[in-house]
């Protein structure tokens, strides 16, 4: 488990590829502080699992699915990407819960500047929007945002100077594709309330004969 908030920005210094699957190096500091083979990292917010490591950098494989499902595909030599280490038990949960099992990816519509905080609107497609609330929290990039404004195919985040120069947000321009993970509570949520097909017990009016309404 992860929270979005990003500890470095790491550079791909190398990209292996076989026919679906493939392989990446990534140069990187302080997530290599206390790295372990077989432990997780937040790469863009993907949950990888580091395979190789040195002093200086890690190497992680990459699945059919997450090539399919993130922007690891665009990914070329020289790329920055955020990294985050999981989350130790402990410790301080600055963020919101992030799995980095991504949902799907979003476009980068606009950007805009108001004074010290900087604009973002994000399209994404229906089964991430179904998720997006505003005040919510949303992952872009394995960031951790909240969400400002709510559209019906897009969404609109405000960033913070600190959050920008200490993630790869303030590379992000119009057209660039992130990757995007809602807040897991919500998809548990609708699936105990009988969403997508499913039954539930939990009705309104279980609700309201049990006094919850």
Known sequence: MFTGIVEEVGVIRQIRRGRVSGSLTIGAEKVLADA???????????????????????????????????????FCVGTRVNLERAMAAGGRFGGHIVTGHIDGTGTVRSIREDENARWYEIAAPPAVMRYVVEKGSVAVDGISLTVAGVKKDAFLISAIPHTRSNTTLTERKRGDVVNLENDCIAKYVEKLLGGAGQKSRITEDFLAQNGFL
């Open 36 to 74: 372990a083979v077989g432990e997780s990292i937040a790469v863009n917010g993907i949950c990888l699992t580091v395979t190789a490591f040195t002093t200086d950098c890690f190497t992680v494989d990459v699945m059919h699915e997450t090539f399919d499902r993130s922007n690891v595909s665009l």
